[in-house]
């Protein structure tokens, strides 16, 4: 027979090298959750997100007025549409670094024909009212 040294060792062999049993699953039941709950679980794990009025952002826009490169009257949309320059890019850009990358959009605008931005920005465009054919009066 073995010895008991062996008999450990062997005893660990098969515990090491013999799968783990498995749960039995039964396939008559069935679990399904509510949506609601499913949702109010997910919801849960979100957090809001934050929302800023472009034209209230002040952090942006005092970025821009101290290093020189918002134009006289240019909201901050127009900046963003004119130089390509989005809000995370300028939180972290020196003042250095936005005077120049604006200086290359500009010089980029110029060479495609300059940057115009469309009227719907720069001044309120009122529409008529819709034409309507008079409607028929049946007697």
């Given amino acids: 027979m073995f010895s008991q040294h062996e008999e450990q060792t062997l005893k660990r062999l098969v515990a090491e090298n013999t799968p783990l049993p498995r749960p039995v699953v039964d396939h008559n039941k069935s679990h399904h959750p509510s949506t609601g ?6 919801f849960a794990k979100c957090t809001r997100i934050e929302t800023i ?4 952002d002040y952090q942006v826009i005092n970025i821009l ?10 909201k901050l949309m127009q900046f963003f549409a004119r130089t390509g320059i989005g809000r995370a890019q300028i939180l972290t850009m020196s003042k250095d670094d936005l005077r120049k990358a604006v200086a290359l959009a500009d010089q980029r605008n110029a060479e495609d024909g ?6 719907a920005f720069t001044e309120a465009q009122l529409r008529p009212a819709p034409r309507t054919a008079p409607s028929a009066i049946l007697i």
């Avoid at 709950?37 to 997910?42: C, P, S, T």
């Avoid at 007025?65 to 240019?74: D, F, N, P, T, W």
């Fill in 65 to 74: 007025r101290s290093a020189g490169v918002l134009q006289k009257g240019e």
């Fill in 114 to 119: 300059g940057f115009q931005p469309p009227k």
């Fill in 53 to 56: 009025d472009p034209e209230q």
């Fill in 37 to 42: 709950d499913f949702l109010a679980r997910e």
